[in-house]
């Protein structure tokens, strides 16, 4: 079994900046796909960025410009630095690992990001 933890969530103003840290139990992120979904209060989770095994990233068009998503599996983790942050940022943060050929997914515990002045 695989555990996602996430850090570095937290209260930030507006134009400020985060880095989300997610890191796995086990060196999957050469493996799996890695990404960073959120969930505003009253929305449905959705997704921010992907990192693909090749490096291949994508981001939502929300974020695109201000985020990036970033991988250091000898640290077996993956980031999420966030600038320019906006209070529409707002949401629990939620790291992802997936593998199709696997067939498996994996979540993190999630991290509160509150942007606000």
């Known amino acids: 079994q695989v555990q996602l933890v996430e850090s570095g969530g937290g209260l930030v103003q507006p134009g400020g900046s985060l880095r989300l840290s997610c890191t796995a139990s086990?060196?999957?992120?050469?493996?799996?796909?890695g990404g960073w979904y959120r969930q505003a209060p009253g929305k449905q989770r959705e997704l921010v960025a992907r990192?693909?095994?090749?490096?291949?990233?994508n981001y939502a068009d929300s974020v695109k410009g201000r985020f990036t998503i970033s991988r250091d599996d000898g640290k077996n983790t993956v980031y999420l630095q966030m600038n320019s942050l906006k209070s529409e940022d707002t949401a629990v943060y939620y790291c992802n690992a997936e593998s199709l050929l696997l067939g498996m997914n994996y979540w993190g515990q999630g991290t509160q990001v509150t942007v606000s002045s």
């Open positions: 086990g060196s999957i992120f050469s493996i799996y796909t």
């Open positions: 990192i693909f095994t090749d490096g291949w990233t």
